[in-house]
């Protein structure tokens, strides 16, 4: 058996909200492990919205997702794929403790998120109990199992914080990659451990920020090119293979997953930001976060007289 693993973010352009990495955990046969997953489990998921006929759809978090859609698919599809896991949070609170918990304590301190216990979570539970109950029966008969989905959220103060200490944001996106790298690492590599992240950006080379994150290991180059840089990294009679993927969200079905937890997560969390303004200030329009509407935000609420907020919370350093 594989172990495969595919690591997504959501939010690394935005001036507001949390930066979201996440990681999705398959184990499946060999000889699954270059074949197209959405083919192998067409009859429990699709990776289009058209023609799904009650399947999930599993797909890059982008086309998942709109204004006009909103969430409803992001959704159904993170907590049936959960529900899979036995887990089966209610609110926004437990959502949290089950995917990251360790940003809950920071969250507490921020206004805007003192009502997340609160928020429930918005599904048909017939529909859930269904679309969860097919993809599971679905995996088995292929010999798939889902085993684990796990988020590094990183709130603004917080990724502030880290941008200042390791410089850029590259750097913040490459250590939460990295923390949920090491766990899957922690967790299955007594297994053949196969990690895909989509890659972002232009880099190529990995071998001097993998040395850094991971110095105790053993570092080889499988391959470096414009489309994949491949590395296996071994210790102590464990190893696992690591795959930078250009578009890697759309190719690899465990990656379009990670995209899609990260991006519910974090549509959750801005959605906490603007309803706690909206209470403070009816008129004004909620913002993506995204750079040039999020700057529109930010001087909005700076022009509301009753309305303050700590910076070092609210907008993300560049």
């Avoid at 539970?125 to 088995?140: G, H, P, R, T, Y």
């Avoid at 410089?167 to 990295?178: D, P, R």
């Avoid at 329009?285 to 700076?302: H, M, N, S, V």
């Amino acid at each position: 058996m594989v172990v495969l693993v595919g690591i997504d973010e959501a939010g690394f352009g935005p001036i507001l909200g949390p930066l979201v990495v996440s990681s999705s955990t398959f184990s499946l046969p060999h000889n699954l492990l270059k074949s197209d997953l959405w083919q192998v489990l067409s009859k429990s998921l699709g990776n289009r919205r058209k023609r799904l006929a009650g399947r999930l759809l599993i797909v890059d978090s982008k086309k998942a997702y709109s204004r006009a859609m909103g969430i409803r698919h992001l959704e159904r599809t993170v907590l049936s794929t959960l529900k899979c896991l036995g887990k089966e949070p209610a609110t926004l609170t437990e959502l949290l403790e089950l995917l990251c918990p360790s940003c809950l304590e920071r969250l507490s301190d921020y206004p805007w998120y003192k009502d997340i216990e609160d928020h429930c979570l918005s599904t048909d539970l017939a529909d859930k109990e269904i679309a969860s109950a097919v993809l599971a029966d679905d995996m088995a008969s292929n010999g798939i199992e889902l085993l684990d989905l796990q988020s590094c959220c990183l709130d603004v103060a917080y990724y502030n914080k880290m941008v200042a200490a390791v410089k850029n944001k590259a750097n913040v996106l490459f250590t939460a990659t990295s923390y949920l790298i090491k766990r899957a690492y922690d967790n299955f590599a007594g297994d053949d451990l196969q990690i895909i992240v989509d890659r972002q950006g232009g880099r190529v080379h990995y071998r001097k920020n993998l040395q850094r994150m991971f110095g105790d290991m053993e570092l080889k180059i499988l391959r470096e090119s414009p489309a994949t840089s491949s590395y296996e990294l071994q210790a102590g009679g464990k190893s696992m293979r690591l795959h930078f993927v250009v578009g890697g969200d759309k190719q690899f079905l465990p990656v379009s997953l990670a995209s899609m937890v990260s991006k519910y997560l974090r549509e959750l969390l801005i959605g906490s930001i603007n309803r706690y303004f909206a209470g403070l200030a009816p008129d004004l329009k909620p913002t993506a976060g995204y750079w040039k509407d999020g700057l529109r935000f930010i001087e909005e609420i700076k022009n509301i007289p009753h309305v303050q907020f700590d910076n070092e919370q609210l907008i993300r350093s560049r």
